[in-house]
C-alpha cells in the first residue's frame, strides 16, 4: 500500500510538473505544414521550445510532418482546411480537447497559387485562391480568437510575399496569387485596426527554395534560413509592428 501511495504520488507529481510547464510554454497553430516553409516553420518553432500545433489538410499523407512532431515531442498534426469552415471549427475542437487554453500565436502559412495568366483567369479560379488565400485566413482568426486574447500580447501572422506589392508590381504574372495577397494584406490592416490587443503582421518570407518559388527562377533562400529570419521578426514584434508589411529580415515591405 505505501508503495502504491508512492507510486501514485509520482505520478500526480509528473502531471503536475507537465501542467506547469505546458502553462508556462508558448504556443503556436500554424496551418499549411505538410512541405516547405510550413514544416520549417515547425522545426523552428519545435526547436525554440514552443508547443506547436500543425495543421494541415491530409495529416493522415504528410509522413514527413509526422515524423518530425514525434521527434520533437509535439502533438499530432490536426486536419484544417482553410476553404473547409466545419474542418476550421473542428480544428478548433481537436486544440481544445488537447487542453490548450492559449495561442501565442497563430501563423496562417497555407496558400495557394492559382491561376498564373490573368487572361485565362476564371471567375471561379480566382474565387477558389481567394477563398484559399483570404477568406479563409478571417475565418481560422475569428475561429481562434479567444484562445489568442487569452495571452498577454498575442500576434497573428499572415503570410504574404513582396509580389503583392502593389506599388512594385511591373511585371505581371502570377496574376491569382498577387491579386488574393494583396487582399490579405488590407485583411491584416482590418485586424490591426478592429481588434485592440493583438498584434497582426504581414510577413514576406524571402525568395525560398519551395516548389512556388523555384517556379520562377532557382531561390537563394533555404527555408531554414526564412524561418530562422522570420522567427526573429516575430518574437522581437510589439504593437510599433502592428498592421505593418515586414520581410524575414525586418524590413518593412511597401504596399
Avoid at 485592440?196 to 533562400?221: C, E, F, K, R, Y
Wanted: hydrophobic share 40%.
Amino acid at each position: 500500500m505505501i508503495g502504491y501511495r508512492q507510486h501514485c504520488g509520482c505520478y500526480h507529481l509528473a502531471r503536475s510538473g507537465q501542467r506547469q510547464k505546458m502553462a508556462a510554454q508558448k504556443t503556436v497553430l500554424i496551418t499549411g505544414c505538410s512541405r516547405g516553409i510550413g514544416l520549417a516553420l515547425v522545426e523552428e518553432f519545435a526547436s525554440k521550445g514552443w508547443q506547436v500545433l500543425a495543421t494541415c489538410r491530409s495529416p493522415d499523407r504528410a509522413r514527413e510532418l509526422a515524423a518530425l512532431l514525434k521527434k520533437q515531442h509535439q502533438p499530432a498534426a490536426i486536419a484544417l482546411d482553410s476553404a473547409d469552415d466545419g474542418s476550421i471549427t473542428r480544428a478548433l475542437q481537436a486544440v481544445q480537447k488537447l487542453g490548450v487554453s492559449r495561442l501565442d500565436l497563430l501563423f496562417h502559412n497555407a496558400g495557394v497559387a492559382g491561376e498564373d495568366n490573368l487572361l485565362k483567369t476564371t471567375r471561379a479560379e480566382l474565387d477558389s485562391t481567394f477563398t484559399t488565400n483570404v477568406s479563409g485566413p478571417m475565418v481560422i482568426t475569428q475561429t481562434f480568437l479567444p484562445l489568442l486574447k487569452a495571452a498577454s500580447q498575442p500576434k497573428v501572422v499572415f503570410m504574404s510575399t513582396i509580389m503583392s506589392s502593389l506599388e512594385m508590381n511591373m511585371g505581371g504574372g502570377m496574376a491569382c496569387y498577387r491579386i488574393t495577397k494583396t487582399a490579405l494584406n488590407m485583411l491584416v490592416r482590418q485586424f490591426a485596426g478592429d481588434v485592440p490587443g493583438l498584434i497582426s503582421m504581414a510577413m514576406h518570407p524571402g525568395w525560398v527554395q519551395t516548389d512556388l518559388g523555384n517556379s520562377v527562377g532557382p531561390a537563394p533562400l533555404s527555408p531554414a534560413a526564412s524561418c530562422s529570419g522570420m522567427y526573429a521578426v516575430i518574437e522581437s514584434a510589439s504593437s510599433a509592428q502592428n498592421g505593418k508589411f515586414i520581410d524575414y529580415q525586418g524590413r518593412q515591405v511597401h504596399w
